[in-house]
């Protein structure tokens, strides 16, 4: 017997999620380490979240039923198999909840968002890791790595640190490769940025099978401090998951912002193009015999350096004229990789500027 309360199994094995470095208050220095959006936020979403802040003593609808008729009209999607959360960090802890326990195992690829592996471990499960292949999620691992334990696949699509992706025939491969009783998570938070034609959201799967759900983000674009996201699933994952969310787990100002972004395509598209535009140019400009640029569909680009000495030898030059990157080698293993996010004209010629300094082509 404990002399004190003692957490359940699994929790005290997580690592604590590591956000991105971000300056000291009131610097000027420019933050590419969270992958938020390089034009800041949609102006009809700011107007609307500023239109509730004389009502901020009522409580706001409890099934953000503004928000999820927005996404239902943009996407052409039923409103009724959408549940919203605060992120969708949110929505995969509560996805992991229901579904996962212990003695499951949950199955992701080896440099998959870090949040996967937390999320699993405070249920009691196993977080399963299946070898990429080229910094990119592989369909035969994955699928190797699946026992009579798996209950979760988790795909991260595009993925997060890597911005590498999987055709929508290879997730379907994938899909098609697992048993019914198990979850497919198609996590598409960087799905606004994408450019490849062969790529899909994950729409069509939920849509054809009763074991897949497809989870967004608004942080990327942004909204990132309103903490919105948002989930696609088949009725009775939608069921099972309002069972236990949080009866108002987002807030007013939060669903207004997010049905007016939603909305606002015109913003979106900007930022898509605006993303697609510096993304190429910077890949670019630091491909060389000495740095490689893993190819991105997402808002950011991971640099991989000689050693990893080198990386933080370049995260502190950077770091030095107030470009702050993200180090993935705590989180992701990846100690001799830089993530860094696609941000302003400006910022972006000034990492160029940076690390072409450091290396000779």
Not at 20 to 44: D, Q, R
Not at 133 to 155: I, P, Q, R, S
Not at 277 to 288: A, D, F, K, N, P
Not at 355 to 360: A, G, S
Request: charged share 20%.
């Amino acid at each position: 017997m404990s002399n004190r309360p003692t957490p359940q199994p699994g929790i005290l094995d997580i690592a604590p999620y590591v956000p991105g470095k971000a300056g000291a208050p009131g610097s000027k220095a420019i933050k590419l380490s969270s992958n938020e959006s390089p034009l800041g936020a949609s102006p009809k979403a700011i107007a609307a979240f500023a239109s509730v802040a004389d009502h901020l003593d009522i409580y706001p609808e409890g099934s953000s039923k503004i928000l999820r008729t927005a996404l239902g009209e943009v996407h052409g999607l039923d409103p009724e198999r959408i549940v919203c959360g605060n992120g969708s960090d949110d929505l995969l802890h509560l996805l992991a909840q229901t579904y996962l326990g212990h003695g499951d195992e949950a199955v992701m690829n080896q440099y998959g968002f870090s949040v996967y592996p937390i999320i699993t471990l405070a249920t009691g499960a196993k977080i399963v890791m299946a070898p990429e292949v080229d910094y990119t999620a592989n369909v035969d691992t994955l699928l190797a790595a699946v026992t009579e334990h798996t209950k979760m696949v988790f795909l991260a699509n595009p993925n997060n640190p890597t911005g590498t992706y999987l055709s929508s025939t290879e997730v379907a491969r994938l899909h098609a490769g697992l048993r019914p009783d198990i979850m497919l998570v198609i996590d598409s938070a960087y799905a606004e940025y994408v450019t490849a034609a062969d790529y899909s959201v994950g729409i069509d799967l939920v849509d054809a099978a009763d074991n897949v759900v497809m989870v967004r983000t608004f942080s990327k674009m942004g909204l990132a401090a309103a903490r919105i996201g948002w989930m696609y699933g088949p009725d009775h994952v939608v069921d099972a998951i309002n069972r236990i969310r949080g009866p108002f787990n987002v807030n007013l100002p939060a669903q207004l912002a997010g049905a007016a972004a939603t909305r606002d395509v015109e913003f979106t598209e900007r930022l898509r193009q605006h993303n697609a535009r510096w993304r190429e140019w910077i890949t670019g400009q630091l491909s060389s015999n000495q740095l490689r640029v893993v190819q991105s569909q997402a808002n950011f680009i991971l640099v991989l350096f000689p050693s990893p000495a080198e990386a933080d030898a370049a995260f502190q030059a950077l770091w030095d004229k107030g470009l702050i990157v993200r180090q993935v080698g705590t989180s992701y293993g990846i100690a001799d990789g830089l993530r860094i996010s696609i941000g302003s004209e400006a910022a972006m010629r000034g990492v160029v500027e940076v690390l072409k300094n450091r290396v000779v082509a």
